[in-house]
């Protein structure tokens, strides 16, 4: 595991194509300043899921999308570009808990936040989490496929070859000593 600084980053997924100004964009004209998703944060989000996903089991997207709400409830510290209804075009929306629900519940900045913001931190805890194969050999990594014998093979037998010796013929001997008599205990 990499320990990061945690500063606040401006994140998106286009190019400002501004030498002077190279924040990227997370939708066009739109700026999102996050702050890196932490321990509290995280947990907090998990809480949210789970209890999203226990009224609703069968509906899994709904869990998801209660994960990234919460992430981006708490990770959203700054933006450029958001303006509110009668505001005017240079004049950014205050940000506020009510104004960050109103973002986010609209589709195309949830997508692109989402994009720009949670899958690639929940990239990087599944990539720990779930890409070696299991070291008990149940994981898909270690159980045979179907093309792999589960016993050995008979050997091949010809009609002029001699007799070969089996288990039951070959000699043995002791290897191990043999067990001593138990001792009555204090004696």
């Known amino acids: 595991?990499?320990?990061?600084?945690?500063?606040?980053?401006?994140?998106g997924n286009i190019d400002s194509g501004d030498e002077n100004d190279p924040r990227p964009f997370l939708l066009p004209g739109v700026r999102v300043q996050f702050e890196p998703i932490g321990?509290?944060?995280?947990?907090?989000?998990?809480?949210?899921?789970?209890e999203v996903y226990r009224q609703n089991p069968d509906d899994i997207e709904d869990a998801g999308d209660a994960l990234s709400d919460e992430l981006l409830r708490r990770?959203?510290?700054?933006?450029?570009?958001?303006?509110?209804?009668?505001?005017a075009d240079d004049e950014d929306l205050p940000v506020t808990p009510e104004n960050i629900e109103m973002v986010i519940a609209d589709p195309l900045f949830f997508a692109a936040a989402d994009f720009a913001y949670v899958a690639p931190f929940v990239a990087r805890q599944r990539e720990g989490n779930v890409s070696?194969?299991?070291p008990s050999g149940t994981g898909a990594g270690e159980t045979p496929g179907d093309d792999?014998?589960?016993?050995?093979?008979?050997?091949?037998?010809?009609?002029?070859?001699s007799p070969t010796?089996?288990?039951k013929d070959a000699p043995t001997s002791p290897t191990s000593r043999r067990p001593k008599k138990a001792r009555k205990s204090g004696s």
């Open 1 to 11: 595991m990499r320990v990061e600084k945690r500063e606040l980053v401006w994140l």
């Open 75 to 87: 990770g959203i510290k700054a933006w450029e570009g958001i303006g509110g209804p009668g505001s």
């Open 132 to 134: 070696a194969p299991s």
């Open 39 to 50: 321990r509290k944060a995280f947990r907090a989000a998990n809480r949210v899921c789970v």
């Open 148 to 161: 792999i014998a589960s016993s050995p093979a008979a050997p091949p037998t010809t009609a002029d070859a």
């Open 165 to 167: 010796m089996t288990a």
